[in-house]
């Protein structure tokens, strides 16, 4: 008999060796391959030719009303462009206990009190347990819970309660009898993922499915697990802080510019009405080192305070530590301090850190950054009622940004009076004093003489 071929497979990236390898040439990872068996059938033309079918054409497609039904979170559904779509498969990945959990059952039971019968298949918990979240969070009404692995039991029992929506929690725990490997290899997540996604567009079943994240952050197993889907949602957050924001990564059926965001309470998560508000709350004005930025987060502005810290250092190499802003980000802002604005700092400890656990990635926070490490290298506090936002170049040059007018609202709105901004801004009017520069240089005199 001949031997059963096999080839090895990455479970970090799906990248495929014909041999062993202790380290993936694709993902750099160590210790990843698993074997797969090849398909015992031989490649080439199949024995059994398929039949043709009749086609559609685009024009007589009927779109039925209804499509689209809201979940009843609103930053949820604001997220998803509007609510869920029917047929639709979405894949939300996290951290371990950053919410993805929760909120889905908080999702689940606003959708069973409305009416619509939810499939609830808890592959990391008991029943019990997800009872006992449920009762914590207030979720109770149209729930049914379906405690399973095997993909083929969940689909045949979804074939015979026919329910309208299926949450799957999650999906590195499923398998496929058909194949070999445990659950949340390659090939099981590959095989079970087609298999729900097919179910649910054969039967017009939406589908929810939970995915775990690497270390890196992006969603575990093979990148065609992101591909089959119509969704892909990411929860962030730092699980010591309050907030987390639910942010879209792909979306067939809406805009990946919107983003939700939630409070962790003892009840569950909760929506956040205010939150520049609630990212403000407890700010101490006065001291130096402290900065506001209007922030983008999709398509709403958020105010958040970028604060420093710089000490005489002791050390050979000065410390330069961040959270919530790249680390290559602030050290080029000191880079251009000492260059551009004769600030030195070289000889300096610098801590930077955006309150409140959220992290910004945008270019605007160059300016604030640059301001924030001035003030407190200078021990000279910035006046309360300015805020900052723009990207400084290598140069020195403060360049524009995109979303002025929304940024400078929302700093009006929430009492701030100065407005510091690239010089195409200035001529923006929305209720406050909008001041532009040009330089780095520019902007540390006029906000600290």
């Not at 959708?111 to 019990?128: A, F, M, N």
Request: include cysteine; charged fraction near 20%.
């Amino acid at each position: 008999m001949a031997k059963p071929r096999s080839s090895w497979l990455c479970q970090q990236c799906g990248h495929i060796e014909p041999r062993w390898v202790g380290r993936c040439s694709a993902c750099g990872e160590f210790g990843t391959f698993v074997e797969e068996m090849a398909p015992s059938t031989a490649p080439g033309p199949s024995a059994r030719a398929g039949s043709a079918r009749a086609v559609t054409a685009l024009a007589d497609v009927a779109v039925t009303d209804g499509l689209r039904f809201p979940t009843g979170i609103r930053e949820f559904d604001t997220v998803l462009g509007g609510g869920l779509v029917r047929g639709s498969v979405v894949l939300i990945g996290g951290e371990p206990g950053i919410g993805k959990s929760t909120l889905l059952l908080q999702a689940a039971g606003s959708l069973g009190s409305r009416g619509v019968e939810v499939l609830y298949v808890c592959g990391e918990e008991s029943v019990q347990q997800v009872r006992s979240r449920a009762d914590r969070v207030g979720a109770r009404a149209g729930i049914a819970l379906l405690p399973e692995v095997d993909a083929s039991v969940i689909e045949a029992t979804v074939l015979a309660e026919r329910p309208a929506v299926v949450i799957v929690d999650s999906i590195q725990t499923l398998f496929d009898p058909g194949l070999d490997g445990v659950p949340g290899s390659v090939g099981q997540v590959r095989a079970t993922a087609a298999r729900l996604v097919r179910l649910a567009k054969t039967h017009d079943v939406t589908l929810i499915v939970v995915g775990h994240v690497t270390k890196e952050g992006s969603i575990a197993g093979p990148r065609v697990l992101e591909h089959v889907v119509d969704t892909v949602l990411y929860f962030e957050g730092d699980s010591d802080h309050a907030f987390r924001i639910v942010r879209a990564a792909k979306n067939r059926f809406g805009s990946v510019a919107e983003v939700g965001i939630f409070e962790m309470t003892e009840e569950g998560l909760a929506e956040v009405a205010q939150p520049s508000t609630a990212l403000l709350a407890g700010r101490a004005g006065g001291v130096s080192g402290s900065i506001v930025m209007p922030t983008m987060e999709g398509s709403r502005s958020l105010l958040v305070e970028v604060q420093a810290l710089v000490t005489p250092s002791y050390l050979q190499m000065p410390r330069r530590l961040s959270v919530g802003i790249d680390t290559a980000r602030v050290l080029q802002a000191l880079a251009i301090l000492e260059r551009r604005a004769a600030i030195p700092l070289g000889s300096h400890d610098v801590y930077v850190s955006v309150a409140g656990g959220v992290r910004v990635s945008e270019p605007a926070v160059d300016l604030p950054l640059s301001l924030a490490i001035a003030s407190a290298l200078r021990d000279r506090a910035i006046g309360a009622g300015w805020v900052a936002f723009g990207e400084v170049g290598l140069t020195g040059d403060i360049r524009g940004v995109p979303h002025t007018q929304p940024r400078i609202r929302e700093a009006a709105r929430m009492g701030f009076t100065d407005v510091l901004a690239p010089k195409s801004a200035k001529g923006a009017s929305s209720g406050a004093s909008v001041t532009g520069v040009a330089t780095i240089g520019e902007a540390v005199r006029t906000t600290l003489g």
